[in-house]
């Protein structure tokens, strides 16, 4: 599902990004705060906001996601490179096994294809996130 972007500003920081999908978060229902969301930003090539899409709704502690629904809009649009970003209705930041497994799968994905994921993001509770390229993850 593709969510409408008003300002398509350019991404500098990590925390642009997050801002941006905690603001979607809190736009959602309190019963879909409680699942894990899997969002796609696709850039262009000077780092503006191109799309931003919802590729999974999960159940309450896991969003089952494939490199395939990943970069399907992104190869549509035509995008540069794509940012990542999921939640943890925990409220907890710190990445599972599994969301690194994911990231380095989708990073394999995109190198293939050449469309670069620049970042994942995870977004907690009150404000807090953690960007893998701010953990060197």
Known sequence: MEIKVKNKERITDPSQVA????SILNSESEIDREKEHFWVMGLDSTKRIKYIELVTLGILNESLVHPREVFR?????GVDCIIICHNHPSGEVEPSSQDIKITEKLREAGNIIGIEVIDHLIIGENGRYLSFVEKNL
């Open 19 to 22: 801002k941006v999908f905690l």
């Open 73 to 77: 809009f992104a190869i549509l649009k």
